[in-house]
């Protein structure tokens, strides 16, 4: 998978799931003060920008926003706003800040993922370098890395896609995930 495609698919994902969010609020707040026969407000706002008194004593604060912030969830502005740097990510192909970032984790995943399913090593445990002209498979693979005994250079499966495949770093651990 590319990495335009993986940041793709994880956009999709971030937008799906923000959906759901919004929806799951949304939902919750009519039910919970349908439940409690709460009337519109003055202004005639459903649902209540300010809960009525009974309301704020039953609830124990003063709207539905803080009412939802109590209970660990973020408000339909806080996730339509998200929703909303989501789809302009999606629409000029940036990466999203989530998905550029690499922690130290992601590192030593990317490192750990198995070099055999990057490269076709052989029974005796050798594959053919990708920077010589290599006749007879004269690369080692062992602990994860590849080693070549005509260049007597090694990589690591970052190295692996840096080099070979000409990613960028970031691009090759991202992939490696
Ligand atoms: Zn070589």
Redesign the pocket.
């Known amino acids: 998978m590319s990495t335009n495609q993986f940041i793709k698919l994880f956009l999709q994902a971030q937008e799906k799931n923000l959906l759901e969010d919004i929806e799951l609020v949304r939902q919750h707040t009519k039910e919970s003060i349908t439940k409690h026969n709460a009337r519109p407000a003055d202004d005639g706002m459903w649902p209540p920008k300010v809960f009525s008194e009974e309301l704020q004593k039953s609830y124990g604060v003063n709207s539905p926003v803080e009412w939802i912030k109590n209970n660990g969830r973020k408000t339909i502005a806080e996730l339509e706003r998200q929703l909303k740097k989501v789809k302009g990510d999606m629409k000029f192909g940036r990466k999203s800040k989530l998905a550029d970032k690499i922690t130290p984790e992601m590192i030593e995943k990317a490192k750990a993922f198995p070099i055999e399913q990057l490269v076709e090593v052989n029974k005796q445990g050798f594959t053919k370098?990708f920077?010589?002209n290599?006749k007879k498979p004269?690369?080692y693979c062992k602990k994860n890395f590849l080693h070549?005994f005509?260049?007597n250079?090694s990589w690591d499966t970052i190295a692996v896609l840096v080099e070979r495949d000409g990613i960028s770093f970031k691009e090759a651990v991202l992939k490696l995930q």
């Open positions: 370098c920077e010589h290599d004269s690369v070549c005509v260049c250079k």
